[in-house]
């Protein structure tokens, strides 16, 4: 993929992101791959408001070296570690969404039982991963396990990430994930009642 047209891509689902409710303020990251070593990603604690192509990092998910001043997201290694260990997807977005949000804080896999939900999310449970601090490596490593073959996982206290081939199939994950997660809920609620 061009450098050029990910910058834009990823700045606008940035804009996206916060427009569709799924982070607020400067949380959330969003990441394309560009080629076999290197990826774009969303600058670290800067309004998406405010963000314009140029502030998008290019960045080497081998090495962690970056191009410019402009320091990237702080989600970066988790990123890189999607990206080294399945080729096959070229991107990914970190979420603070509600529902999903939720579930993560209550640090509790999720049984996916609509059929269609399942297919988009490429698996029938949800996990999520043991909590950890942000930018850590538990963090890291533990999301990049907990995602194991589905599109999402769950990340403890700390909200999901989502993957996909693209960034439209990333944003279709990111809503079935948040339907799947509300549902879950809703069975508890019915089950109290």
């Not at 670290?44 to 962690?64: A, C, I, K």
């Not at 990123?79 to 399945?86: A, F, I, L």
Request: net charge positive; charged share 20%.
């Amino acid at each position: 993929m061009d450098i050029r047209e990910a910058r834009i891509m990823v700045c606008q689902s940035g804009k996206r992101l916060l427009q569709e409710g799924l982070v607020a303020r400067t949380w959330g990251n969003v990441s394309v791959r560009v080629s076999d070593t290197h990826m774009v990603i969303t600058p670290s604690g800067r309004p998406y408001t405010e963000l314009n192509p140029e502030d998008m990092v290019l960045v080497n998910f081998y090495t962690l070296a970056f191009e410019g001043n402009i320091k990237p997201s702080s989600e970066l290694k988790l990123h890189c570690e999607v990206y080294k260990s399945r080729p096959h997807i070229a991107a990914v977005i970190h979420t603070h969404q509600m529902y999903a949000s939720i579930v993560a804080a209550a640090q509790k896999d999720v049984v996916v039982s609509d059929p269609g939900h399942q297919v988009i999310l490429g698996a029938s449970l949800i996990k999520a991963a043991p909590y950890a601090l942000p930018n850590s490596k538990k963090i890291t490593f533990g999301t990049e396990k907990a995602i194991g073959s589905a599109n999402a996982a769950l990340m403890s206290n700390h909200g999901c990430v989502c993957i996909g081939r693209n960034l439209e199939d990333v944003f279709s994950v990111c809503k079935t994930l948040e339907d799947a997660c509300a549902l879950y809920i809703s069975s508890f609620k019915t089950k109290a009642a």
